[in-house]
């Protein structure tokens, strides 16, 4: 998200060479674009060359690339009320904030001012949370009057809430307890959504908008990662696959391609891990959230997994590797039986043994 002429489509075509229509004046992306990116994964690969003849099958990533936001759009403005709907079913956002400058591209309000520009789309966010609280606070405070305990304690959380939001603070900064946070998920609050802030350069690379973001995030305390949108966007069209994708970055100084520094910076926000399957045909990456035990981990295989589960054969991938094959490891002993209650690390190799 972001303003018109951020260089949102820009960016998303960075990130999933999807080939959004790119123009510049305001709400040339009117139906929201998605595309789906295969997470570059080294260790897969190396993976996936112990297994040949397997397919290598990697995790993916779907952005979703909307309509820029203007002031008013929680009101309905320009395209808000579904540029907003679009937010609410995703897991996190994406701020991407213009920091170049091009005369050929207009900014909606004149002029790139970096704290102006973030705090416009951030109180449309709030606005619309607020509205959605109230609406909810007024149907909450019925069924309260009734004396329904559970309204009641509701009704507690959302006037905190509203009182938070008024006071210009996003849901994500409350402190709010678990089952707090449970209460919140059917009403999908925008402001409770992570946000990682997108600093989109010209060609000449950091300067003076870039300093600001940067400032502007640390302060916050939230991630950020800056990228050439429009290079990269290029190069992503023009290149024939990842090698002479990053040869042609390396002639600009980029080390890292958008879409890896992307995912690295979207794995820490939402705190996932990925293990991996090299049953049947495939050779596969799979993503969960930090903390999941083996049971729920099998039940993104298939959803029987987690009831049938018996045990999960654990392979360090470090281990396997250095080994050269899983009949090494186990002829060595170096296959870890684990129960129900194991937590599954970032980059386990996983046997799952269902009954």
Not at 228 to 246: F, I, K, S, T, Y
Not at 266 to 283: I, N
């Amino acid at each position: 998200m972001g303003l018109p002429n951020a260089g949102k489509s820009t960016v998303f075509n960075a990130l999933t060479a999807g080939g959004a229509r790119v123009e510049a004046y305001p709400f040339c992306t009117i139906d929201p674009h998605r595309g789906v990116a295969g997470v570059p994964d080294e260790r897969l690969d190396r993976l996936h060359s112990l297994y040949p003849e397997k397919r290598k099958v990697p995790t993916t990533i779907e952005v979703v690339d909307i309509a820029g936001l203007v002031a008013g759009a929680a009101q309905g403005e320009g395209l808000g009320n579904q540029f907003l709907a679009e937010i609410r079913g995703c897991e996190a956002i994406l701020h991407v904030v213009r920091c170049f400058k091009d005369e050929s591209i207009a900014h909606p309000t004149g002029s790139v001012n970096v704290r102006r520009d973030v705090e416009m789309v951030e109180a449309e966010l709030l606005l619309k949370d607020l509205e959605t609280l109230q609406r909810r606070k007024e149907r909450t405070a019925k069924v309260a009057r009734t004396g329904d305990r559970a309204a009641k304690a509701e009704l507690e959380l959302l006037v905190r809430l509203i009182d938070g939001v008024k006071a210009a603070m996003p849901l994500r900064d409350l402190p709010l307890a678990p089952a707090e946070q449970n209460q919140l998920k059917d009403l999908s609050p925008l402001t409770a959504k992570p946000v990682l802030y997108v600093a989109n350069l010209g060609e000449e690379g950091e300067n003076q908008h870039f300093e600001a973001l940067r400032s502007l995030a640390e302060g916050k305390g939230a991630p950020w990662i800056a990228l050439r949108g429009r290079l990269e966007a290029e190069v992503a069209e023009a290149a024939q696959g990842p090698d002479e994708r990053m040869a042609f970055l390396s002639e600009w100084g980029i080390e890292q391609p958008a879409l890896e520094k992307l995912l690295q910076a979207a794995y820490r926000l939402l705190k996932l891990v990925t293990f991996y399957t090299v049953d049947g045909p495939e050779v596969r990456a799979w993503t969960v959230v930090q903390g999941t035990r083996a049971p729920d981990a099998g039940a993104e295989i298939h959803g029987d997994f987690r009831d049938r589960f018996v045990l999960a054969e654990v392979m360090d991938p470090e281990v396997l590797w250095s080994a050269g094959t899983e009949k090494t490891l186990r002829d060595a002993g170096k296959i870890t039986r684990a129960g129900r209650d194991y937590v599954v690390h970032d980059g386990d190799v996983i046997h799952f043994i269902c009954a």
